[in-house]
């Protein structure tokens, strides 16, 4: 069956310092591979997905992720943190048979401190 | 501009009440979800509907209930509400089955059931 893991529940950086959050998936072939990120009071909002090729994802507000077969890993990133990255991020799994379904991650909340 | 609402926003019942949240998409997709986010579990599928007439119980199904009338709506219906029901709620929906397509999330409904 898929799984996520975000092994991370809080992580805590300076402002302007770089950024990794990781995500680790189980599943029996390639999935598709998204990233989400919850606003406080607001529904989530996607960030970016992989689905084949290019295994480096460019996504919006400057975060990439990088997709690692061999670790079945797709870990969020971001040079650069600004205080309005602090929200809840939420790695996702879609099987490519059923990518309607989504597997949630338990989520990682990001403080940024000034 | 399309749009995914949901409604009410924030709801309190009394346990054994029946309770249904509201979920309406201008957007014209064929796909809805119901989810419920709980500290430490992330997102959890509860219904979910690929066109009219269609629905289909996700992960945490138990004492829930959804029917689809028509395109853009997709209410779900506590049949009594008990304590552990207790949560927060988001309503999504996708335009086309497989493909990854992305999943476009309402800003959430906060049950509390006392």
């Known amino acids: 069956a898929q799984s996520v893991t975000q092994p991370d529940i809080h992580i805590t950086v300076s402002e302007g310092a770089s950024l990794e959050l990781r995500c680790n998936y189980s599943y029996g072939a390639t999935p598709y591979l998204f990233w989400y990120v919850q606003s406080p009071g607001q529904g989530l909002q996607l960030l970016l997905k992989y689905f084949s090729g290019d295994t480096l994802v460019q996504g919006i507000k400057g975060f990439e992720a990088e997709f690692k077969r061999s670790q079945s890993s797709f870990n969020l990133r971001k040079p650069s943190v600004h205080w309005s990255d602090a929200a809840e991020y939420f790695c996702?799994?879609?099987?490519?048979?059923?990518?309607?379904?989504?597997?949630f991650g338990t989520g990682t909340r990001l403080q940024v401190f000034p | 501009d399309a749009e995914i609402t949901q409604s009410p926003r924030h709801k309190i019942t009394e346990t054994g009440r029946q309770v249904t949240l509201a979920c309406h998409q201008t957007w014209n997709h064929n796909n809805m979800f119901w989810y419920r986010q709980d500290l430490g579990h992330g997102l959890r599928l509860i219904h979910y509907?690929?066109?009219?007439?269609?629905?289909n119980k996700g992960e945490v199904s138990d004492g829930y209930s959804v029917s689809r009338s028509n395109t853009e709506d997709l209410p779900l219906t506590l049949e009594s509400a008990a304590s552990s029901q207790t949560s927060v709620y988001f309503c999504?929906?996708?335009?086309?089955?497989?493909?990854?397509?992305?999943?476009?999330f309402g800003p959430g409904t906060r049950l509390t059931v006392t």
């Open positions: 509907s690929y066109g009219v007439q269609d629905t």
């Open positions: 996702a799994v879609g099987a490519p048979a059923n990518t309607d379904k989504l597997i």
């Open positions: 999504a929906s996708s335009p086309e089955t497989g493909l990854g397509y992305e999943q476009y």
